[in-house]
């Protein structure tokens, strides 16, 4: 097991993660209630606020995953969060995953959080690879996640139904050796 108590703060040039506040809760609420993230995340939009706020305000005390808000530092104001999760003890290794809502969208600021908390993982455990699902019908995230290094790994087809179409499911990994060579 690796132990993801202690909630960092990681300053890059345009974003903050940092462990949420209880005065995040509008604005990720906001984002999770984005038309453009349910799409993208396969959610629905049946949102329950008080088990959605009940949610958040545990993520700082758990130590078997690490929960990060997107903070745009350029307005101090939260755009998303970062995930690293689901640990798979027999491979050593967790799934990341991210999510931006509309206040911060297009402007690097996911691609920077993600190679922050990925460094940060690498860096701080002792983990052999990240693992993520993307949504075919997603190419920014995609585009995101082959720039700093993940690797398609393998492919749900027909994975989730969207107004009619069905829609790949595409799996990704990053490994620490990957990792140590894009550094180099």
């Keep these: 097991m690796v132990d993801l ?8 040039d345009k974003v903050i993660l940092r462990p949420f506040k209880n005065e995040d809760f509008s604005f990720i609420e906001e984002c999770l209630k984005d038309p453009e993230v349910l799409k993208l995340t396969g959610s629905h939009s049946d949102f329950d606020r008080e088990a959605t706020l009940h949610w958040y305000k545990t993520r700082n005390s758990q130590t ?3 929960d990060l808000a997107i903070v ?9 969060e970062v995930v690293i999760n689901a640990y798979d003890e027999e491979n050593h290794g967790m799934n990341f995953r ?5 206040r911060g969208r ?3 600021l996911g691609t920077e959080a993600t190679q922050l908390i990925i ?9 052999t690879h990240l693992t993520l699902s993307v949504f075919d ?6 585009r995101v996640y082959a720039k700093v290094g993940f690797v398609l790994s393998g492919i749900d087809k027909n994975d989730l139904q969207f107004e009619g179409d069905w829609i790949d499911s595409i799996h990704m990994k ?6 140590l060579n894009r550094k180099k």
Excluded: C, M
Aim: aromatic share 8%.
């Design 119 to 127: 460094d940060y993982v690498f860096q701080n455990t002792t983990l």
């Design 137 to 142: 019908f997603n190419p920014r995230a995609k």
């Design 5 to 12: 108590g202690d909630k960092p703060l990681l300053i890059g």
């Design 64 to 66: 078997d995953r690490l």
């Design 174 to 179: 990053l490994t620490r050796e990957n990792w």
């Design 98 to 102: 991210i999510l931006i809502g509309p």
């Design 106 to 108: 297009n402007q690097g």
């Design 72 to 80: 745009d530092s350029s307005k101090d104001v939260l755009v998303g």
